[in-house]
């Protein structure tokens, strides 16, 4: 920056030079036809003494030469300067965004450090908000800290400097001005902090609430509470609008006071300095300069100032986000450093003067003690009282706000390492938390713990571990080897699928990963077994149907002829679309396809099939609610578009002129979606049926002559990688008019995939399944078998089991039961009982009476072969693992 400060102060005197030495010519005073170019030398002014120092003597030219010269000469300096304001800026954004991204990173570890019971008296919104939002001034800031005072600050000190140097009493009145800017303004604007600061915390706010709606928004619908959510949101950002409204008059009135104090300078300049030039105090180059040099002051000055806005508003910010993030707020933080020593958790469980109170200050366990010895088996039979569920959690390190002490050996509970406890200890509660991504990765989430391997050292991995060092950030990555096949006592991924597998058919959702695999789509990289033997699987299939005399329950696909089972749009593209232009009324409005159909003359007859379905549709669903199960039977049109070609037949009824664009597109994508097996509209006919089926090839030329590839399209010797699995086998469409067809075609597919050993594949086809926001996609059943498998996977050496049944019938809940003792034969099981009905499979029973915890032991306890049940499971359980 001071580098850059002399080119700066040279690019202000070269306008002086040009109106002077060139265009007025005073270089070429006493009949001298050429004057030095290039001549470097220092003038000193009166004040200072007087006098030049020469440092170059320069190159003759004429007048033309110099004034092309001099020209060029401000132009080079002109991009000299912004030069340095790239690369200052430059390194400026990089500066700010590498805080930035240290910041959000330091946050989010700060939040993984607070407690579950601590981070719940926050809105998960707003902390979220502030991390992503609220701190982007912050860092954004950190470049302009120094580097713009400093900057902005040398190129008005440079520029007052150069008027100065010009006239004295000229620079006097510039600074004078310069200074009434500087006291004034700033405490004009210090009232605008105030209101950004309660402009921030009702945004801050506002995003809570909507979050709070957004999460409960089945209350919203079953209660019909529409219209006060609206209105509550609806006044939040009336005061929102409000305070925006008083920012704007303030901070407008102070732009309005800057801009007039800025102006005021040029206009003593042109009366002050033109008097000083008709008196020969001051000559026009120099009063030309002066008024150049102040039109560079403004900006600096005026960036100055809104830099000191800036940095009290950061400052309200950061003081906000401390306070959101203060310990005093959220109770102190979880030590996160990483155990020396990480050895079971077995041997004797002692509990002293355990106390606790419940959230209304009664107490719910009392100086309660026992002992027992691990690995065990305990029933916690709760008998109504929060008791279990409490102790459960404080096992499970979930609460930790409790009187008296807890050991395991000679290991105080409370003191255990997270990591420890991380690894050690495993619990599933009544609420599953399942994350976005596939059921896989919701499974294994307890297995990455740390990277095994690295990434391959290439370039951008090196500058990503380059930029992670500068920031703060970790160096590992998410593409790194996380899971511990060894430690697991397996060989690679293969081997954890199948562990994972033979875990989710031991809690009963086998079945859904398999009926989840024949949904997901193939990956022939992943998947290259299957891959590989799929369209024999294929062939299989069909020659099972014929030899059994089921040909009828699957229409196959075939090039030749029309399938009364799919769409017509599925039957014009013969194939499976892979891009939204493709899907559903995006095809209609598609140029490529438009233009396919258009030269194989359908595309005036799918329009009107189009109308006929219009017409037909307004009559059925003439006077229908909206969620009227008709609508989901004819799937053409919904509810809120049925106006609309409403008005299109009534307008054509009247007479009117001929289709508009957007209509015919409109009615063009209804017979798109029409099956005439499904339908039973009477729309198709031989004829239509042919030429839709010579279409086909008009389609796929156009498509693959304009390298589109948002279609994949059939091939009976190959797979597609776009449809699923089970239409992959199916090669067809499951016929709509024989009875029981999809169970019966199920149990064919079922028995193929057997027949050639090809379960395992579909079934990691079906960990790939993705479970939505919240495992949404899931049922509550299948939520809670991923919690528990995800428990068990890590092999924890005590697991607590607080409500993780409650989905499930007792039958069903029985099962898992039993499939649990035998999986845990080496480990502890701590379960919470309503009753003490299951309570014998347990070797230690534990009861709460008054305030205080009765424990003993289950007669047959002692050996476990005595439960010939559990030993079974146990057998089936080891072939698993």
């Known amino acids: 920056m001071l580098l850059s400060q002399p080119f700066y102060f040279i690019s202000l005197d070269l306008p002086r030079q040009i109106v002077n030495e060139a265009i007025q010519g005073d270089a070429f005073k006493d009949g001298n036809i050429t004057a030095p170019f290039l001549r470097l030398h220092i003038d000193w002014p009166r004040w200072l003494g007087g006098g030049s120092l020469q440092l170059f003597e320069g190159f003759q030219v004429g007048r033309v030469g110099l004034l092309i010269g001099l020209s060029c000469l401000f132009l080079f300096f002109v991009i000299i300067n912004n030069g340095f304001k790239y690369w200052i800026n430059l390194a400026k954004g990089v500066l700010g965004e590498r805080m930035l991204r240290r910041m959000r990173f330091d946050l989010f570890a700060m939040v993984l450090r607070f407690t579950p019971e601590a981070l719940r008296t926050v809105k998960s919104s707003e902390t979220a908000t502030i991390i992503k939002d609220e701190v982007e001034p912050i860092g954004g800031f950190i470049g302009d800290a120094f580097i713009t005072p400093v900057l902005l600050g040398l190129q008005a000190l440079t520029a007052l400097f150069f008027i100065m140097v010009q006239n004295v009493w000229l620079g006097l009145m510039a600074l004078a001005v310069i200074a009434v800017q500087f006291t004034i303004i700033p405490r ?74 800025s102006q005021v300078t040029p206009f003593l300049f042109y009366a002050v300095g033109g008097y000083f030039a008709l008196r020969g105090t001051l000559d026009i180059g120099q009063l030309v300069a002066v008024i150049s040099a102040y039109r560079e002051l403004p900006p600096p000055l005026k960036e100055l100032i809104d830099w000191d806005q800036q940095r009290l508003d950061v400052q309200v910010k950061y003081d906000q986000v401390t306070q959101h993030f203060a310990e005093e707020r959220l109770g102190p933080m979880i030590d996160a450093e990483e155990a020396a020593e990480d050895e079971p958790l077995v041997g004797p469980l002692v509990a002293e003067g355990l106390s606790l109170a419940g959230s209304h200050g009664d107490l719910v366990i009392d100086n ?33 706000g409790y009187s008296g002490r807890i050991r395991i050996a000679d290991r105080d509970l409370a003191h255990l390492p997270v990591s420890v406890a991380g690894r050690r200890i495993a619990y599933a509660g009544v609420d599953p938390i399942i994350f976005p991504g596939s059921i896989r990765d919701n499974l294994v989430y307890g297995l990455r713990i740390k990277p095994m391997d690295r990434e ?39 081997d954890l699928d199948r562990v994972l597998v033979g875990l989710l058919n031991q809690v009963g959702m086998g079945e859904s990963i398999y009926l989840f695999g024949l949904v997901g789509q193939i990956d022939p990289e992943r998947h290259a077994a299957l891959a590989e033997r799929l369209v024999e699987a294929r062939n299989r299939l069909r020659e099972n149907f014929r030899s ?12 030749d002829r029309y399938n009364d089972q799919a769409t017509i749009a599925e039957n014009l593209l013969f194939g499976v679309p892979v891009s939204e232009e493709f899907v559903g009324r995006n095809l209609a409005d598609n140029p490529r396809f438009r233009s396919a159909i258009d030269r194989a003359g359908l595309t005036d007859k799918l329009t009107e099939m189009g109308l006929q379905i219009a017409e037909t549709m307004t009559e059925i669903f003439q006077g229908l609610p909206p969620g009227h199960s008709l609508f989901a039977q004819f799937s053409f049109i919904g509810a809120d578009e049925l106006p609309e070609f409403q008005a299109t037949l009534r307008r054509l009824a009247r007479g009117g002129s001929g289709l508009r664009q957007e209509e015919r597109t409109r009615l063009l994508a209804l017979p798109l979606a029409y099956i005439e097996a499904r339908h039973r509209l009477g729309l198709l006919d031989d004829e239509l049926r042919r030429r839709i089926v010579e279409a086909r090839s008009f389609v796929r030329d156009t498509l693959e002559k304009d390298d589109a590839t948002g279609v994949e399209f059939y091939d009976p010797e190959g797979i597609c990688m776009a449809a699923p699995l089970r239409d992959n086998l199916l090669f067809g469409r499951v016929n709509y008019q024989v009875a029981d067809a999809r169970h019966r075609v199920a149990e064919a597919i079922a028995a193929v995939v057997r027949e050639l050993d090809l379960l395992e594949d579909v079934e990691r086809i079906g960990l790939d399944h993705e479970v939505g926001a919240a495992g949404r996609l899931l049922s509550p059943q299948e939520r809670a078998s991923i919690n528990l498998v995800r428990c068990l996977v890590k092999r924890p050496d005590i697991l607590v089991i607080d409500g993780a049944l409650a989905p499930f019938d007792e039958e069903r809940a029985e099962r898992i039961l039993r499939a649990l003792l035998a999986y845990l034969e080496q480990q502890s099981l701590f379960m919470v009982l309503s009753n003490d009905r299951q309570a014998g499979a347990f070797d230690v029973q534990m009861r709460f009476q008054d305030d205080t915890i009765v424990t003993e032991k289950t007669a047959d306890s002692q050996g476990r072969a005595q439960r010939p049940e559990v030993e079974s499971a146990r057998n089936v359980a080891g072939e698993v693992a």
């Open 456 to 494: 391959a050292e290439r370039r951008d991995v090196t500058r990503r571990i380059a930029e992670a060092a500068r920031t703060g950030n970790p160096f590992e990555s998410i593409a790194d080897r996380w899971v511990d096949y060894e430690r697991l006592g397996l060989k690679d991924e293969h």
């Open 548 to 559: 059994n005399g089921m040909a009828d329950l699957v229409e196959p696909f075939d090039i």
């Open 368 to 400: 309660a003690s026992f002992s027992l010895e691990l690995p065990a088996t305990v029933a916690l039979i709760s008998n109504g009282s929060p008791a279990a569920s409490m102790l459960a959690r404080i096992l499970a390190r979930r609460i930790p």
């Open 188 to 261: 004009l604007r210090r009232e605008l902090l105030h209101l950004g600061k309660q402009r921030q915390l009702a945004s801050r706010e506002l995003a809570g609430r909507i979050g709070e709606v957004l999460d409960g928004i089945e209350v919203v619908h079953v209660h019909n509470a529409y219209a006060w959510e609206r209105t509550e949101i609806g006044s939040r950002l009336f005061s929102l609008f409000a305070i925006r409204l008083k920012i704007y008059n303030r901070k407008f009135a102070v732009k309005f006071l800057n801009n007039f104090l």
